[in-house]
């Protein structure tokens, strides 16, 4: 039997993950006119000196399921909109867009593992990519919990993933802004709805070294009078054509910024042990059609038919989606107002493309590590105008400190970090991202 009758008014982080009260449904009145204050040092916004915040429920973004009631919320500061607030950054980035005379369709696929135990960890299952569900148990959780979030979100379908234990859940596609509320909230819906049924959900990115990561795919089209422009279409061969010259500008300026913007899409120390070949996850900065070992790839089927969208594959469910969104489009504006060229697709399986194959095409790498990836991201004017000046230095500070935590523990514990999961890892993902 669930909760009766509780407020969870959510606050997405600037790290990632979110924070909140727990409100009686009899507050709920007062939570939608006033808000509620919290302390923005105690949860990665600001410093101590300066940390009375307040979180205002948006209505829009009401769900319901167990008698939980749950919110996004936006993020103030003395009655005016805090530049810190990760949601306000995304918003900004739309209005850019609009002034652009454009407007985006976005959608996403939310991967995660389901956990017997915590502690191994030790996973529900051995079943592989797409295969049946056979055991009643295993398949009235997942059928449950698919009913439960489509009939609070909106899903397309949900399916076995190809690590044993993992599923991927597709979100109706959505403007942006509302397809990162939805993550935000699907997350909560399957944590809560898996953890009723005994089990653990994780979206830890890479929470076992030798099996497939969780990532997060995100797909972008741009539109114009709700028609999409970025094509005409195509078949795998057909390459740039495929692509409008808006389209493909807009590609181009991803690409151009997309190892910056690894700070905003894979966003863990552990994010970067998911970015490893031969596990579907990009390593490379290329894109291509229906080529999944690059980091931009136009889905063939969709394109065929006059349907061109945009899957950036570098993204995992850890990330704050408001900041990946918003960089995402930032960079892609950029490349529109500049006229970037877009270099050829890439056919190939780019994890066998040798060294000097890949200097020859331009293809560079994405960062190895979330150290090295911030420094990039510090760099990029992009990222700076995506977020603002004041929440680019913040998130570039949480994960700074994010990083040196990792270091000290290898060097303190003398455990072993590279090409392998630690217990630091575990400990401060498996249940937070």
């Given at each position: 039997m669930g909760v009766q009758r509780l407020v969870a008014p959510l606050i997405p982080a600037v790290a990632g993950g979110v924070r909140c009260k727990y409100f009686p449904a009899e507050r709920l009145g007062s939570l939608l006119e006033k808000g509620y204050g919290f302390d923005g040092s105690?949860?990665?916004?600001?410093?101590?000196?300066?940390?009375?915040?307040?979180?205002?429920?948006?209505?829009?973004?009401?769900?319901e399921i167990d008698g939980y009631t749950l919110f996004i919320c936006d993020?103030?500061?003395?009655?005016?909109?805090?530049?810190?607030?990760?949601r306000f950054a995304l918003q900004r980035a739309l209005a850019r867009v609009a002034e652009a005379g454009l407007g985006v369709v976005s959608g996403t696929e939310v991967e995660f593992y389901v956990l017997r135990s915590t502690a191994s960890p030790e996973v529900v299952d051995p079943w592989r990519y797409m295969e049946p569900l056979y055991t009643h148990d295993l398949l009235s959780l997942i059928s449950g919990l698919a009913t439960a979030v489509h009939g609070a979100l909106g899903i397309e379908f949900v399916h076995h993933e190809a690590g044993p234990g993992q599923f991927e859940l597709t979100l109706e596609r959505d403007a942006p802004m509302g397809l990162a509320d939805r993550i935000t909230l699907a997350k909560w819906v399957i944590r809560y709805w898996v953890s009723k049924r005994g089990f653990t959900a994780t979206f830890m990115p890479k929470p076992f070294i030798d099996k497939p990561g969780?990532?997060?795919?995100?797909?972008?089209?741009?539109?114009?009078?709700?028609?999409?422009?970025?094509?005409?279409g195509g078949r795998r061969g057909d390459g740039k054509r495929i692509l409008s010259e808006e389209g493909a500008s807009f590609l181009a300026g991803i690409l151009a910024h997309a190892k910056a913007l690894a700070a905003l899409m894979?966003?863990?120390?552990?994010?970067?042990?998911?970015?490893?070949?031969?596990?579907?996850?990009?390593?490379?900065?290329?894109?291509?059609i229906g080529n999944r070992s690059a980091l931009v790839r136009i889905p063939e089927h969709d394109a065929a038919r006059g349907d061109v969208r945009l899957e950036?594959?570098?993204?995992?469910?850890?990330?704050?989606?408001?900041?990946?969104?918003?960089?995402?489009?930032?960079?892609?504006?950029?490349?529109?107002?500049?006229?970037l060229e877009l270099p050829d697709p890439v056919e190939e399986s780019v994890?066998?493309?040798?060294?000097?194959e890949l200097e020859a095409r331009g293809?560079?790498?994405?960062?190895?590590?979330?150290?090295?990836?911030?420094?990039?991201?510090?760099?990029?004017?992009?990222?700076?105008?995506?977020?603002?000046?004041r929440l680019a230095e913040q998130f570039f500070k949480l994960k700074e400190a994010e990083w040196?935590?990792?270091?000290?523990?290898?060097?303190?514990?003398?455990?072993?970090?590279?090409?392998?999961?630690?217990?630091?890892?575990?400990?401060?993902?498996?249940?937070r991202a």
């Open positions: 105690s949860c990665g916004f600001c410093h101590v000196e300066d940390s009375d915040l307040l979180a205002k429920p948006d209505p829009e973004t009401k769900v993020v103030y500061k003395a009655g005016e909109r805090s530049d810190l607030d990760t969780n990532g997060m795919h995100l797909h972008l089209s741009l539109t114009k009078g709700g028609r999409n422009v970025m094509g005409p894979s966003s863990t120390v552990n994010s970067y042990k998911r970015l490893m070949p031969h596990f579907e996850a990009p390593v490379f900065v290329c894109w291509s950036v594959r570098c993204p995992d469910p850890a990330c704050n989606p408001y900041l990946a969104l918003a960089g995402l489009l930032t960079a892609g504006l950029r490349g529109l107002e500049e006229g994890y066998e493309l040798r060294e000097e293809v560079e790498k994405l960062p190895s590590s979330l150290k090295e990836a911030v420094e990039l991201a510090r760099k990029d004017p992009v990222v700076r105008e995506a977020l603002g000046p040196r935590a990792y270091v000290k523990f290898l060097e303190e514990t003398g455990e072993e970090g590279e090409g392998r999961v630690t217990s630091w890892e575990l400990r401060e993902y498996l249940m």
